[in-house]
């Protein structure tokens, strides 16, 4: 998750020209106050507080909002969650304005935190904040999450509303971090049903998945008629992740980012996971171009970060010769059991703009 995965996503869209065929901004820094839009006002300042010379003196405080092992005290710790959150927020009332139709935010998708605590290397969930943005404008906004983790945080957030619906397709059971996204997790109350969870297994490829994410994702938008839609790109999908288990190329990965664009429905795009941090960088340079209508080369341009592409400098990334777990059978069952829950909504909420009410 560290940044320098950012710094070499940046120089490659720079040595493929595509920064001249968008608008780039320099986000500002989220303010406290943005950030307690959802996140305790307690917990917003103790990250403001804490540095690594004074955590000894916070052993408590540590625990309870669960800082430490997974979610480490830095440097300049509460910047780094200002910066990214800025870039979602910005993102977000760009769509909101109509001063742009797509948005990205590579640092941003950090969808494990919740409203009290950090989990999993996400301080500030920048996702609930840049939804709940879209929702100022947005009767219904669509969360899709293709990191190989379950996007727990945005999920938790919005269990009990029907207008986010929250879709993820990720790795489920062996004790798998974080440990949620049951197919059978579906959203309570006013929210029953707007939650889908897709659980799959080891070793999936990019036909299956992208035959599944194109089912589904084409019913959702058909029932739900989102007025803007999220998607986290988390990279830790791709096969060779340092911590992943699914085994999609760069192609198939893209293909699903391809998929959701060709629906013209405002787009907020973000990062997410990725620990391989040249294969994060070809996947969002790629998917970059995928945005702006552009196939890339596979041959990578000369740049700051060349050397870490060695030895074959290209954007292609072979896939494992691993087996793919997920059945046919399997896979099927997956896609009735999702589309029952589609049919059980039968058509999109008519919702007066009205304030969500956020899980605790």
């Known amino acids: 998750m560290k940044p320098h995965r950012l710094c070499m996503t940046h120089h490659l869209v720079l040595s493929y020209g595509l920064h001249k065929k968008m608008e780039i901004y320099r986000p500002h820094k989220a303010y406290p106050i943005e ?4 996140h305790s006002a307690d917990y917003v300042e103790f990250l403001h507080r804490i540095t690594p010379e004074t955590k000894d003196l916070y052993a408590s405080e540590l625990t309870r909002y669960n800082l430490g092992e997974d979610c480490p005290v830095f440097d300049n710790l509460f910047e780094f969650c200002q910066i990214y959150a800025g870039g979602t927020l910005d993102a977000a009332r760009r769509l909101n304005h109509k001063t742009s139709d797509i948005a990205i935010n590579w640092a941003g998708g950090l969808h494990h935190a919740k409203k009290c605590e950090a989990s999993g290397f996400c301080y500030i ?15 219904r906004v669509l969360y899709i999450d293709i990191d190989v983790h379950h996007g727990d945080g ?13 879709v993820s397709f990720h790795k489920y059971g062996d004790l798998f971090f974080p440990g949620t996204g049951d197919i059978k997790d579906r959203g ?3 929210g029953k ?13 990019d036909a299956s998945f992208t035959r599944l994410f194109k089912t589904i994702i ?7 008629l989102p007025g803007a839609i999220v998607l986290q790109c988390g990279a830790d999908s791709l096969a060779r992740d340092r911590l992943g288990c699914f085994n999609l190329s760069i192609e198939g990965h893209a293909e699903c980012v391809k998929f959701v664009k060709k629906f013209n429905i405002p787009l907020l795009v973000t990062g997410g ?10 996947c969002w340079a790629v998917e970059t171009g995928v945005l702006l209508d552009t196939e890339l080369p596979n041959e990578i341009p000369n740049n700051d970060y060349i050397e870490y592409f060695a030895p074959d400098y290209t954007l292609k990334v072979a896939n494992l010769n691993m087996d793919n777990l997920n059945s046919k059978t399997y896979l099927s069952s997956i896609k009735v059991q999702v589309m029952e829950s589609l049919r059980s909504i039968q058509h999109a ?7 969500v009410r956020l899980s605790l």
């Open 35 to 38: 950030l307690a839009q959802f």
């Open 125 to 139: 969930n920048d996702l609930v904040l840049g939804i709940l943005e879209l929702l100022k404008y947005h009767a």
């Open 154 to 166: 945005v999920e938790e957030a919005f269990y009990f509303t029907d207008r986010v619906m929250t």
């Open 188 to 190: 309570e109350r006013e």
């Open 193 to 205: 049903y707007y939650a889908i969870n897709i659980p799959l297994k080891d070793g999936i490829d």
């Open 218 to 224: 084409a019913k959702v938008v058909e029932t739900y």
């Open 273 to 282: 996971g990725g620990y391989t941090k040249e294969n994060v960088a070809r």
């Open 349 to 355: 909420p008519g919702v007066q703009m009205q304030e």
